[in-house]
């Protein structure tokens, strides 16, 4: 039992570990995207890759936030949907 214990503990700090490894990652790719906008190498569109609607506010999709600048660009319910799937796909 206590064995048991001491190997769930490792697993938490190894998923936070995890997270936090990953976190900088998505703001790095964030701010890449938002310097890219403001020099210009970058357009924001007002369309939905996915779904094609026009919305107010496009959200940048990273499929990989080692490639910062290659995103989709999504309207929130297709950003959301594209997340909620990547999580209950098993990674490669
Ligand atoms: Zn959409």
């Known amino acids: 039992m206590k064995?048991?214990?001491?190997?769930a503990a490792n697993k938490i700090q190894a998923a936070?570990?995890?997270r936090r490894r990953l976190d900088p990652m998505k703001d790095r790719a964030r701010d890449a995207v938002r310097r890219a906008i403001k020099k210009g190498a970058l357009t924001r569109p007002t369309t939905c890759e996915r779904c094609g609607e026009e919305?107010?506010?496009?959200e940048a999709s990273h499929d990989d936030y080692r490639l910062p600048l290659v995103i989709e660009w999504l309207c929130a319910p297709c950003h959301r949907k594209?997340?909620?799937?990547?999580?209950?796909?098993?990674?490669?």
């Open 3 to 7: 064995r048991y214990k001491a190997k």
């Open 16 to 18: 936070q570990r995890a």
């Open 55 to 58: 919305k107010k506010w496009i």
């Open 82 to 92: 594209k997340d909620k799937a990547a999580l209950q796909e098993p990674t490669p």
